[in-house]
């Protein structure tokens, strides 16, 4: 079982940003961003391929970047003009065999990371 960490969490003004890492133990087919608030279902947020593909919830397409390196197993999530809708714990996740943006499809995840932004 792989197993993930996540930081670079952190309270942010409105229109901030943040970028957020994720360190694997080993390597991953798929791996993902996904976020939970209080009272709400987990949303995914992205997720890459290990070619660099990507796919981005509608939420976050033209604010949010992903990317990784594969030597280091790791993955990144870049957060620009952040809103505060965009408060939540994130979560990073792997698979080894298909990416989406299902949690469903995920069988690795880390112990999250919290993001809050203020108006």
């Known amino acids: 079982q792989v197993e993930l960490v996540e930081s670079g969490g952190g309270s942010v003004q409105a229109g901030g940003s943040l970028r957020l890492s994720c360190t694997a133990s080993?390597?991953?087919?798929?791996m993902g961003w996904f976020r939970q608030a209080p009272g709400k279902e987990r949303e995914g947020v992205t997720a890459?391929?290990?070619?660099?593909?990507?796919y981005y919830a509608d939420s976050v397409k033209g604010r949010f970047t992903t990317s990784r390196d594969n030597a280091k197993n790791t993955v990144y999530l870049q957060m620009n003009n952040l809103k505060p809708e965009d408060t939540a714990m994130y979560y990073c996740?792997?698979?080894?065999?298909?990416?989406?943006?299902?949690?469903?499809?995920?069988?690795?995840w880390g112990p999250g990371t919290q993001v809050t932004v203020s108006s």
């Open positions: 996740a792997a698979d080894r065999s298909r990416c989406s943006l299902n949690g469903a499809n995920f069988r690795a």
């Open positions: 890459i391929y290990t070619g660099g593909y990507t």
């Open positions: 080993g390597y991953s087919y798929c």
